[in-house]
């Protein structure tokens, strides 16, 4: 597994927001509601096949959970829907790993990342977030599909 390293600026989020473990597939569950009410969130960047899934642990999280945000990114915070939440990504450079196949195999693939790759490198890492980057290369349920980890890198 070898990353990209990229740098992006700063960038503003809007999306559903879940917490906990995800035990019973809320995450995947919430995508679905997500995919359903995205077209009411107003200011999006990209068009709707590109969206980010966001996490991150607060300090008095329970051990074992975690937020998760599925999302867009927009130019603005005018007229968020009020069921959604925004959160501002911090400008930083990142470790860029593709994900191929399923999602189910997703967890493989965190596990090099944390596991092998990083240990290895001897990168330090920002610990209060990462995210996904789905584009036209993710295909549901496909073996074929692709998506983006993005890993913040200390300073």
Not at 24 to 43: L, V, Y
Not at 63 to 72: K, L, M, Q, R, T
Request: include cysteine.
């Amino acid at each position: 597994m070898e990353p990209k390293i990229k740098h992006l600026d700063s960038f503003i989020i809007v999306g559903l927001e879940y917490y906990g473990e995800n035990k019973h597939n809320d995450i995947g569950e919430m995508w679905d509601k997500f995919n359903q009410m995205a077209t009411s969130i107003p200011n999006k960047v990209f068009p709707m096949e590109a969206a980010f899934g966001v996490c991150y642990i607060l300090p008095n999280d329970r051990e074992g959970s975690f937020h998760y945000i599925a999302s867009v990114a927009v130019t603005s915070l005018e007229k968020i829907p009020s069921n959604m939440v925004s959160k501002v990504i911090p400008a930083s450079n990142y470790a860029v790993f593709t994900h191929y196949g399923k999602l189910d195999t997703l967890g493989e693939t965190y596990w090099k990342i944390y596991q092998e790759w990083l240990p290895e490198t001897g990168l330090k890492i920002r610990t209060d977030f990462d995210f996904e980057y789905y584009d036209k290369r993710f295909v549901q349920n496909s073996d074929s599909s692709e998506f983006d980890i993005y890993i913040a890198l200390q300073d």
